[in-house]
């Protein structure tokens, strides 16, 4: 089936660790996307990638860190320096401009 | 830059009543105008959308919303909701400069019995 999974569905953190969540699509999508979603904050651009190789800070990008080495993949990597984590996180896709599709999220907690 | 306000954070609403969920956006040209439904815990799926041509667009699931440039808004509507339409409903701006959305806070949206 065509679709954006992301993976794990729900990652646990220690404090001073880096974890890494997953995000393939099979749609041939050229741009992709990772969002953080807390409550009563509706979503947050954290990074975007509108092409392989290449890839913008969005609106909070501070602490994260992401790659796109192939056009199906976009993983995001959350380091230590994110200080505030926990949350609902949802990679996306787009290919005919500014329609975006959505993974299922994956829940990050810091334990 | 483009913005979202959805003004209700909450709606309570009868099953088989009508639903308005309200959306402004604040962009200086012709915005591409979005909503997206999502479940507890699930990603989000789009009900409609706008980029230009008639004003009036119909969506998945019964859902239609009006694009009006002069009050700079967005309006979902469904004439009879159904208690699987509970959910949180969110409101999105974008440009045809770049791919980026711009998310309201979303409407949680509860239909009682």
């Known amino acids: 089936d065509g679709g954006i999974t992301q993976s794990p569905k729900y990652l646990f953190r220690k404090e001073g660790q880096n974890v890494t969540l997953s995000c393939e699509q099979n749609?041939?999508?050229?741009?992709m996307y990772w969002y953080r979603q807390d409550p009563g904050q509706g979503l947050r651009l954290i990074y975007y990638s509108q092409i392989v190789n290449d890839f913008q800070k969005g609106d909070i990008a501070e602490g994260y860190s992401v790659s796109r080495e192939k056009k199906e993949s976009f993983p995001l990597t959350v380091t230590s320096a994110q200080k505030n984590p926990t949350a609902f996180y949802l990679c996306a896709s787009t290919y005919t401009g500014n329609t975006i599709y959505f993974g299922e999220g994956s829940w990050l907690t810091v334990v | 830059a483009q913005s979202v306000t959805q003004p209700d954070i909450h709606i309570t609403v009868s099953e088989g009543a009508s639903l308005e969920l309200r959306c402004n956006y604040s962009y200086g040209a012709t915005p591409y105008l979005f909503w997206y439904v999502q479940s507890p815990g699930q990603g989000l799926q789009l009900l409609l959308k706008y980029f230009s041509g008639d004003t009036l667009v119909q969506g998945i699931k019964g859902f239609e919303a009006e694009f009006k440039r002069s009050q700079s808004s967005f309006n979902l509507r469904k004439p009879s909701v159904h208690w699987s339409d509970a959910a949180e409903y969110f409101c999105a701006v974008g440009t045809s400069n770049d791919y980026k959305l711009s998310f309201g806070a979303g409407t949680t949206v509860t239909v009682r019995a």
């Open positions: 749609l041939n999508h050229d741009a």
